[in-house]
């Protein structure tokens, strides 16, 4: 059965680099033809797609975190990361790893996101 | 960007009742539209994709439907562990997807 943990720290001061792993198991990344993305939730609002990687490297990000946001693999760890620059109060949210299908532009391809991991919140505070 | 547009905000049911979700989006995004289901301190679950295919092991009662901008999700015979928040999440634009503000169902 397919599996994602986040961990990470749980807080980072402003303008620092916030840095997340997603541990997967039942699964191997480098090995399957699917894309493993990041989606964070602010308390009490909605979600936001943060980007996603396919096994093979190639990454997508939201064009609002495009320039802060990075999404990288590591085989060997059977994980994947996320890390954001420069973050403020406003970054502050649980963050969660999740599967997806490789999209196709314009005609979906996407069967939704599937598993979610637990999520894991991430404060912005001095 | 393409906008999603969840109403209303909350609804209150009861149990047994029949209940329906509305989610808009701003541009036609066909049929590729998901519906996921979340619990206080939990990860959201997938219950719909493709507008109106249930994932697997989601119950019967759970529908969804529409295509283009206008979507539903309807709840037959609403159960207790039904209550939660329900968001609607487009994936017809990448590497542009958007969620919309979600639906939190109560008790009545």
């Known amino acids: 059965q397919l599996q994602l943990q986040e961990s990470g720290p749980g807080l980072v001061k402003p303008l620092e680099t916030l840095s997340l792993t997603c541990s997967v198991s039942?699964?191997?990344?480098?090995?399957?033809?699917?894309?493993w993305g990041w989606v964070r939730q602010p308390p009490g609002k909605g979600l936001e797609w943060i980007g996603s990687?396919?096994?093979?490297?190639?990454?997508s990000y939201n064009p609002s975190l495009k320039s802060r946001v990075t999404i990288s693999l590591d085989t060997s760890q059977n994980q994947f990361s996320l890390k954001m620059a420069s973050v403020t109060a406003a970054d502050t949210a649980v963050y969660y790893c999740?599967?997806?299908?490789?999209?196709?532009?314009?005609?979906?391809?996407?069967?939704?996101?599937?598993?979610w991991g637990q999520g894991t919140l991430v404060t912005v505070s001095s | 960007e393409i906008v999603m547009t969840q109403s209303p905000a909350t609804l209150s049911v009861s149990p047994g009742e029949r209940v329906t979700l509305s989610c808009r989006a701003s541009?036609?995004?066909?049929?590729?539209l998901a519906w996921y289901q979340q619990k206080p301190g939990q990860a959201p679950r997938l219950l719909i994709y493709?507008?109106?295919t249930r994932a697997t092991g989601i119950p019967a009662r759970f529908s969804g439907s529409g295509s283009g901008t206008d979507f539903s999700l309807t709840i037959s015979n609403v159960q207790s562990e039904d209550y939660a928040v329900y968001h609607c999440h487009q994936y017809h634009n990448w590497p542009g997807w958007t969620f919309g503000q979600g639906t939190k169902v109560e008790i009545k």
């Open positions: 541009q036609i995004v066909n049929s590729n």
């Open positions: 999740a599967r997806h299908e490789p999209p196709i532009p314009g005609f979906g391809g996407v069967m939704g996101l599937d598993p």
């Open positions: 493709g507008a109106s």
């Open positions: 039942g699964d191997s990344i480098s090995n399957s033809n699917y894309y």
């Open positions: 990687l396919y096994s093979g490297g190639r990454t």
